[in-house]
């Protein structure tokens, strides 16, 4: 059975804070191999854009329900609601700005960060979605702060996008090169497993 909100009065709490923060915008980890990809112009031309844009929700309505909904199955790692409906838009935004699965986008940062925002890898990637910091050098933005939650989502969800656009949307492989271990599937099956049992929306109601 797929996680839901079924507590009114949660749902009622959960509501009442949307209002307030829905619309005040705050202002490839690589992990386990620490190894610098090939950096190709295309990834760094997206990446560049990337950081340089900003978006909205298309259909506010749908969001404040998904807000809703994500936010109770976050409040485990997250206990203060504004700080937790914040991310969560942000996630959102950044999800749907790069054309990915926002409760895909939840799955992967469970899996490498199990959303603690200052988590930094043995290897250095930082943060949520941990970025590995050279990546700012090779767009030429050196003082941007991957703890920022937005430019962590940012350029996590870029990166992602970009390799499951080389891998022509096969995503066991657009993972597996995120986390740097192409050629296994463990992470991406962690991944995928995450997504299923904690994230996972039926959107085709």
Known sequence: ??????????????????????????????????????????LRSALLNAVNDATSFEDQFAAQVWLVDMSGRLKRYMKDDKTRLDFLRMVHQEATRADLSPELVMALIHVESAFQRFAISVVGARGYMQIMPFWKKEIGRADDNLMDTRTNLRYGCTILKHYLKREKGDWTRALARYNGSLGRTKYP??????WEKYWFIDHSG
């Open 189 to 194: 099956e962690k991944v995928m497993t995450f």
């Open 1 to 42: 059975m797929k996680p839901k909100i079924n507590d009114p009065v949660l749902f009622k709490s959960v509501l009442s804070v949307l209002f307030f923060t829905l619309f005040s915008i705050s202002s490839p980890s690589l992990a386990q191999s620490g190894e610098k990809p090939v950096i190709d112009n295309e």
